[in-house]
């Protein structure tokens, strides 16, 4: 009996998903919640497990198709993983033997229908440019593909001679060199990931009054303390000591000082957070993702850093779940990782800041009257003017720069 393949619940606002890969195709054995396709929402991709064990015996929604919560999308059956169609032994006896040709007639061998040959756009220009006719051309792209060089080797010897040149008092305009190498293009869907986030992005910049400010901070304290505990904090833990833990304690201390800016307005009113909900951006398999550490007041180093350590791992297989991304009250972005020196990160809304984290690099730096080297870091502080002024975001950013420099305050809480 057909079993249906449905689209679940996916979470609070989410109506609608579009469909991912399909790991399984009509025909394929599936054992029982074993995953059958992607399900790619706007916040997050899940896996769909088969409800039996079988195989799939029919698709309704192609990858890259839009479906709706609830909406029947395949078919599976327990008895079509064992009921594999095989011709008869005596279909397969005169689909074998030769067919006798009649008599007087001498056998003719039958054809092979020849595969279309693919010419690609640019390819078929330069033919016509050239007068190339498609027998001369030797493919030699993929798939036995025409390329633009299969064409351009014979252009010039099948171009016709021009018998009778122009006049020197009007010469021919020069033709610009024809573009060398592949030209090809792909289009493909946005996935529903980053739709949301280019809808969400345009909606902040739209809707709030976004403005940064900068510091950089002496990296040299923190980098000293990691240096000497990281080997007996990683034996105690099991997790490596990062710097991403000093900054989120260093952020929810200046969060309490300056509660404005782990605020967010909802409708005519200000609404304050009495706890810190830190989203951490991290690259996922389909995208920048931001899981958020929950009440990040109440949590330690080793805690911060093996939650974020777990993020980071399950971001990649698009194993983050909607409810690790709802919600957050402030968010820390670290673009250093990827070698970024300076940025100005865009708030997620409904929040009032981001934290934008920078390269680490040696600069000449002014210490007590002498020039030295520290290890420095910019960083950047992103918040809706309409909620925070300036004086708070500048404090705000300037008391994480002098929690990082002075990270015995943060174990000490002052």
């Known amino acids: 009996m057909p079993v249906e393949l449905i689209v679940p619940p996916m979470g609070e606002s989410i109506t609608e998903v579009q469909i991912g890969a399909w790991r399984k195709q009509p025909g394929d054995p599936v054992k029982r919640d074993e995953s059958v396709v992607e399900l790619e929402s706007d916040k997050a991709t899940v896996d769909l497990p ?29 008895a079509a993983a064992t009921a594999q169609a095989a011709p008869a032994p005596a279909q397969k006896a005169a689909a074998s033997a030769p067919v006798a040709p009649p008599t007087g007639e001498k056998a003719v061998p039958p054809k092979t229908p020849e595969a279309p040959v693919r010419v690609m756009p640019s390819a078929r220009r330069a033919m016509e440019e ?20 299969d ?5 010039p010897a099948s171009a016709p001679a021009t018998s009778t040149p122009a006049p020197a008092a009007a010469p021919q305009a020069q033709r610009p060199a024809a573009p060398r190498g592949a030209r090809d293009e792909e289009r493909v869907p946005m996935t ?22 900068f510091n950089e901070v002496d990296m040299s304290a923190v980098m000293a303390m990691r240096e000497e505990y990281k080997e007996e904090f990683l034996k105690k833990y099991g997790v490596k000591l990062g710097f991403m833990s000093f900054f ?12 404005r800016v782990n605020a967010e307005i909802r409708h005519s009113d200000i609404v304050y957070h009495h706890y810190c909900d830190i989203g951490i951006a991290v690259g996922g398999g389909k995208g ?14 080793a805690e911060i850093e093996k939650q974020i350590a777990d993020f980071g791992a399950r971001a990649k297989e698009n194993k983050i779940s909607l409810e690790e991304l709802a919600g957050g009250t402030f968010t820390i972005s670290n673009g250093g990782v ?29 210490r007590e009257g002498q020039v030295v080297i ?13 909620l925070v002024d300036g004086r708070e975001a500048v404090t705000f950013l300037k008391q994480v720069k002098e929690y990082i420099e002075k990270p015995a305050r943060l174990l000490l809480d002052l």
């Open 151 to 155: 064409v351009l080797r014979v252009a």
């Open 248 to 259: 989120v304690k260093a952020v929810v201390e200046a969060l309490k000082q300056n509660p």
């Open 338 to 366: 990827y070698g970024s020196m300076m940025s100005t990160p865009i708030v997620n809304p409904p929040q009032s800041g981001i934290l934008g984290l920078h390269a680490i690099q040696d600069r000449p730096v002014a």
């Open 288 to 301: 920048l993702v931001v899981p958020v550490l929950r009440n990040a007041e109440s949590l330690g180093f």
């Open 130 to 149: 050239g007068g190339v006719k498609l027998g001369d051309v030797n493919a030699t792209g993929p798939g036995g593909r025409v390329l633009k060089e």
């Open 192 to 213: 529903p990931m980053r739709r949301r986030i280019a809808e969400r992005l345009v909606e902040a910049q739209r809707t709030a009054a976004l403005l940064t400010t």
């Open 50 to 78: 088969a409800p039996i064990a079988g195989a799939i015996t029919k698709v309704l929604k192609k990858e890259g198709e839009r479906a709706n919560v609830g909406e029947v999308i395949g078919y599976m059956d327990e």
């Open 374 to 386: 520290r290890p420095m870091m910019y960083v950047a502080l992103t918040y809706d003017h309409r």
